[in-house]
């Protein structure tokens, strides 16, 4: 079973900076993919991922203001979020995946980010 859990989510101001963090209760090198989703009231999307073959895709609306990365060594993935827009509102989860014939989908209970002066 994989546990993750989210955190550095808060309330900042237009153009301010957040760093998200989701660590794993697992080695992140079992996994296919790590990824960052974000949930508003009216839509759900895919905001950054990274997969095992070291590929990485943004969102159009966050590319050159969100960095997705990894510590290995620590089990977890970042999201770096530069140039908040109150647009950026959101709950977000981390999701992984892991599997070779049957890929497992894991998620985290997300953490609320607010961009609002």
């Known amino acids: 079973q994989v546990q993750l859990v989210e955190s550095g989510g808060g309330l900042v101001q237009p153009g301010g900076s957040l760093r998200l963090s989701c660590a794993a209760s697992v080695s992140i090198f079992s996994f296919n993919s790590m990824g960052w989703y974000r949930q508003a009231p009216d839509k759900r999307e895919l905001v950054a991922v990274t997969t095992s073959g070291g590929s990485t895709n943004y969102a159009d609306s966050v590319k050159g203001r969100f960095t997705i990365s990894r510590d290995n060594a620590k089990n977890t993935v970042y999201l770096q979020m530069n140039s908040l827009k109150a647009e950026d509102t959101a709950v977000y989860y981390c999701?992984?995946?892991?599997?070779?014939?049957?890929?497992?989908?894991?998620w985290g209970r997300g953490t609320q980010v607010t961009v609002s002066s």
């Open positions: 999701k992984v995946t892991r599997g070779r014939t049957t890929e497992y989908a894991y």
